[in-house]
């Protein structure tokens, strides 16, 4: 997952984010971007449903000592929205591992609650907007990836957007959109940072 070409944007996000900010991630891999977000000061809740991404994930939360900032979630992103705004216990959320001993109750993505920011590293971001924008609190920031023929960047990831924030009544402004990489011949790995209102 350590490919090179996301550098800049990894070194990118741990600049971004606000000390004590909350942080969804939905697809936090081995902790691309949440182990720099928490290094900063953010509170993450890091969700990943691959069982070896997520073993990796909680180990490299520990070697960067960042316990107290990150509460991952073995889940499907989905899930840990819904179990989290509805105050369920959903399948998600019980598949929770601790990354090791007591720690006090630390911020995620708890009963009726949204956090500030939402991590969307992944090419197939798009199909979970309406999950995203469930748990963006008003005026709170989406960073949607996207792999995008070139002749649509960066119309497609920003209509995407457009038609996820109408679809839930909310306005969107767009605040940034940048390449992050090539993803393959013709297609560009891209991002757009948007802030829902
Ligand atoms: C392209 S990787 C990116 C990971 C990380 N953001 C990075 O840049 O290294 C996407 C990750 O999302 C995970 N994933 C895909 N769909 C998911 C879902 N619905 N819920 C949670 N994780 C998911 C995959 O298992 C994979 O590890």
Do not use: W
Request: proline share 5%; glycine share 10%.
């Amino acid at each position: 997952m350590f490919s090179p070409g996301n550098k800049a944007e990894r070194a990118r996000m741990g600049e971004i984010v606000n000390q004590g900010e909350r942080v969804l991630d939905m697809f936090a891999g081995i902790g691309y971007f949440t182990l720099p977000m928490a290094r900063a000061g953010a509170q993450v809740t890091a969700v990943e449903r691959n069982p070896t991404a997520f073993r990796y994930l909680v180990e490299n939360v520990r070697r960067n000592g960042v316990d107290d900032r990150v509460r991952p979630y073995r889940a499907d992103c989905r899930d840990v929205v819904r179990a989290g705004l509805s105050g369920a216990r959903g399948r998600g959320t019980e598949e929770r591992e601790a990354t090791g001993g007591e720690r006090p109750e630390s911020p995620g993505l708890g009963e009726a609650e949204t956090v500030d920011r939402v991590m969307m590293g992944y090419y197939e971001a798009h199909e979970y907007l309406d999950a995203a924008l469930a748990a963006l609190k008003p005026g709170g920031v989406v960073h949607m990836h996207e792999a995008t023929p070139e002749a649509l960047v960066f119309d497609r990831p920003v209509e995407r957007l457009e038609a996820a924030a109408a679809d839930a009544d909310r306005s969107m402004e767009v605040l940034e959109t940048h390449k992050v990489k090539g993803y393959s011949e013709g297609v560009a790995h891209v991002v757009v940072d948007a802030r829902i209102t």
